[in-house]
């Protein structure tokens, strides 16, 4: 059983440009959660999904961030215009329980964003 | 509200001596308690979780760590450093967000330095 899959594990790009981070779930998971780790910090929840939805965004940035998990293929964490703040880690956890079980987060290897 | 403090942001031990990785919580309610591992430019995995069950946890690899409600504690130990101990560990508290979901707050981490 493969675990959670994140590509690219580096991504370089130059400001204005997109990124596209993707994350497949373990196989079983439905629930899927985004993270930022900055330099020397812990990390910091951006956003929970389930298939097909939004279930709490309350750590997304309100502009240029977006996230998405269809139905088929894998989630992905979208950010419009980067800009160099946007440098940092992201990874991507999933599990197979969501809503009123505080569980365990299976974590994948993380995406380095790194934006000249 | 939920927070996480690490105390010590480095803690460094000779091979085969004790660990003691210091974290405290502020939670509104009963919370869970996890303790994660991360090893240089890999995902977090799970070390041991607490969710009001005994408050001596056992976790993977000779882990442990203790709930005291009293002091709002959940400090991690192992009796005996090895060297592929050395990582960065983060202390994670998560409770019943508004929404319903169990939102994770991460600490800052404290990275374990093991000399040999």
């Known amino acids: 059983n493969a675990g959670v899959m994140q590509n690219p594990r580096h991504l370089v790009r130059r400001r204005g440009q997109e990124a596209r981070l993707r994350c497949s779930p373990m196989?079983?998971?439905?629930?899927v959660y985004w993270y930022r780790q900055l330099p020397e910090e812990g990390l910091k929840f951006m956003v929970y999904?389930?298939?097909?939805?939004?279930?709490?965004e309350s750590g997304m940035p309100k502009e240029r961030f977006s996230a998405e998990f269809p139905k088929e293929g894998p989630s992905i964490l979208r950010i419009q215009q980067v800009v160099r703040g946007d440098s940092a880690a992201y990874f991507c956890?999933?599990?197979?329980?969501?809503?009123?079980?505080?569980?365990?987060?299976?974590f994948g290897p993380g995406t380095r964003l790194t934006v000249l | 509200a939920q927070s996480v403090t690490q105390l010590d942001s480095h803690v460094s031990v000779s091979e085969g001596t004790p660990v003691l990785l210091r974290c405290n919580y502020s939670s509104s309610y009963s919370p869970s308690l996890f303790w994660y591992v991360q090893h240089p430019n890999k995902g977090l995995q799970l070390l041991l979780k607490y969710t009001s069950a005994a408050t001596l946890v056992k976790g993977i690899n000779g882990f442990e760590a203790e709930f005291k409600k009293s002091e709002t504690s959940f400090h991690l130990t192992k009796p005996s450093a090895h060297m592929s101990d050395a990582a960065e560990y983060f202390c994670v508290v998560s409770e019943r967000a508004s929404g319903g979901s169990y939102i994770p707050t991460f600490g800052r981490g404290t990275s374990l330095i093991v000399h040999p």
């Open positions: 956890a999933s599990s197979p329980l969501g809503t009123g079980v505080p569980n365990e987060q299976f």
């Open positions: 999904l389930q298939k097909e939805n939004i279930i709490d």
């Open positions: 196989k079983g998971h439905s629930h």
